[in-house]
């Protein structure tokens, strides 16, 4: 038996702090039950918690970690910044140099600006969008999620489904009456709100893959009718590769699917690992953004210089050739080995990989959308999550979140998982008896 003596004690003295013991909803292990390890250390693709288990991480914080953690660049970067200072509230070089790292990259983001979050970047751009379009009404899908502002948090994916909560409290009527919510991968049911009020309608806002919802991963031309639908009807369309970005492809779904958006988001990997979200896009919308022009955006740690740094680093070794390819390779060689696993123990699973996320139901059928996560085995989830967590292997600890691979999960870390997979299938197999 794994021990959790230390883990528990911190645990129970978290929760009287914070709500849940924890300060961001799915870390709380409420959709598998049991309790969550403390973390003590991470070292390139393993955490280690206070009672010294080690895991095979494949949440790396939830996306931005691609080169696992402390990598040696990232933590040197970090080092040199440090003494240099931490942050100015004034400009500086380190964010020149990411945005022309990121514009290399993302070449529709003509001009853009940094941010601490995901969430900061979403509230920004839906309020750019309003204000180029001067419309108010936003197309969101459901199961995506976009960050925790009011507006965007309509039928959302991530916590908010996994808490199975079916509307937020607190969130008022009025902040959402002009969220229209869509179906993932049907165009039918985008084309039917842009035909009742199409003239209203500032933007479509989607994950290009979804990662909220588990895997939802856009089927052909999907995302080109998005682009064909919002352009027809002087809308804009706003990619949020919070997630997808450096991850799915270097450049993204935008550029894994050839499609160009007016607006991007980004987050996670662009930060290193340090607190950084970005939105940009055309030059004529981005213009409108105070100073130039009338739509407010501010923020006190902006571009923060660790932040820069941390991005920076990363970036620079995850582009180097052969990286990327070699972690794709890695989620590639999961998902090969748990389809086998899996119908070795006769066990109805889906699984995917774009690029360096990958996710698994355990259906009979593809998920492609929201509603076809209801029919996932959710039970069965759970006893493959346990096992294997048992085993030193840690997923995701919701059915409904996608996985990622990192640069060192090559050779041992992902030969160790694969070896355990029987163990986790022979669980799941129980719940499904
Ligand atoms: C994580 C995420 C966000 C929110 O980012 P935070 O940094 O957590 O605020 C927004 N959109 C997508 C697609 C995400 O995955």
Redesign the pocket.
């Known amino acids: 038996m794994r021990k959790t003596t230390r883990s528990r004690e911190i645990f129970s003295k978290a929760q009287s702090y914070f709500p849940g013991g924890v300060n961001?909803p799915v870390r709380a292990f409420k959709s598998v039950g049991g309790e969550p390890f403390i973390v003590r250390s991470g070292e390139g693709p393993y955490l280690i918690d206070v009672d010294g288990n080690r895991y095979v991480d494949f949440i790396n914080s939830?996306?931005p970690l691609v080169l696992g953690h402390a990598h040696p660049v990232v933590v040197e970067a970090l080092q040199r910044q440090l003494a240099m200072g931490t942050t100015f509230g004034a400009c500086h070089e380190l964010e020149v140099q990411l945005a022309e790292i990121v514009q290399r990259l993302f070449p529709s983001m003509e001009m853009m600006r940094f941010v601490?979050?995901?969430?900061?970047?979403?509230m920004a751009v839906i309020r750019l969008a309003r204000g180029f379009t001067k419309r108010s009404k936003i197309v969101k899908f459901e199961g995506?999620?976009?960050?925790?502002a009011d507006v965007l948090l309509a039928k959302a994916g991530?916590g908010v489904l996994t808490l199975g909560l079916p509307d937020c409290a607190g969130v008022p009527e009025a902040a959402v009456s002009d969220t229209l919510v869509a179906e993932f991968n049907s165009l039918d049911s985008v084309e039917r709100l842009f035909s009742e009020c199409g003239s209203e309608i500032a933007a479509i806002i989607v994950?290009p893959v979804?990662?909220?919802c588990c895997l939802l991963v856009p089927q052909p031309g999907f995302l080109q009718g998005l682009r064909e639908i919002s352009a027809n009807h002087g809308a804009l369309l706003i990619l949020?590769?919070?997630?997808?970005g450096f991850r799915v492809a270097l450049e993204g779904a935008q550029g894994l699917y050839g499609v160009t958006p007016d607006l991007t988001?980004l987050?996670?990997v662009i930060g290193g690992g340090l607190?950084v979200?970005a939105f940009g896009g055309r030059t004529d919308i981005m213009k409108l953004l105070a100073p130039l022009g009338p739509v407010y955006q501010a923020g006190t740690l902006s571009g923060n210089p660790l932040a820069m740094a941390a991005g920076i680093a990363t970036l620079g070794e995850w582009m180097k050739p052969g990286n990327f390819e070699k972690a794709s390779g890695v989620a590639a060689q999961l998902v090969f080995g748990m389809r086998e696993a899996a119908s070795r123990y006769q066990i109805p699973l889906q699984v995917e990989a774009v690029g360096t996320m990958f996710g698994f139901f355990f259906a009979h059928s593809p998920v492609l959308s929201f509603r076809d996560t209801l029919k996932v085995n959710k039970e069965a989830f759970v006893e493959f999550f346990k096992a294997m967590l048992d085993e030193g292997v840690y997923f995701a600890p919701s059915a409904f979140e996608a996985g990622f691979v990192c640069l060192p999960h090559s050779g041992e870390a992902i030969d160790y998982t694969l070896s355990k997979l029987p163990i986790g299938f022979t669980a799941a197999r129980r719940a499904m008896t």
């Open positions: 961001s939830w996306g601490n979050s995901g969430t900061e970047a979403g995506c999620y976009h960050g925790h991530s994950e979804v990662g909220n949020d590769e919070v997630m997808t988001m987050g996670k607190p979200g």
